[in-house]
């Protein structure tokens, strides 16, 4: 065997050792990105149950210039033919409602 023939077979032992390496991290990542989705999976759910309690609504009398939240005084005294809900305050500033008191914190 020559030095040019030995080089080649070592080159290849070495690069079978690099594979070997290489695929041992692609497996651990695989593992790690399967943890992840699970973690992911599990965290979701929790921010669906999270979204839902926090969930909240502003309301707005369609006579009126202010946006309230549903515990607010002025909130419940609002007609119901003229009661205005939004899903976000942002919403009902778009419609030129100004926040009340009960929302400024
Ligand atoms: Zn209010």
Do not use: W
């Not at 669906?48 to 969930?55: A, E, R």
């Not at 009661?83 to 929302?103: I, M, P, W, Y």
Request: charged share 25%; with cysteine.
């Amino acid at each position: 065997m020559n030095q040019f023939e030995q080089n080649v077979i070592n080159s290849f032992g070495l690069a079978r050792k690099d594979i070997n390496e290489l695929y041992e991290n692609v497996k651990f990542i695989l593992e790690q990105v399967a943890e992840l989705k699970q973690e992911n999976a599990r965290l979701s759910k929790q921010l669906n149950i999270t979204k839902k309690t926090v969930s909240k609504k502003y309301i707005a009398s369609k006579t009126g210039s202010k946006v309230h939240s549903p515990g607010c005084v002025f909130a419940k005294n609002i007609k119901q033919k003229n009661k205005k809900v939004f899903s976000t305050k942002t919403k009902a500033l778009n419609e030129g409602f100004k926040l009340c008191n009960c929302l400024a914190y």
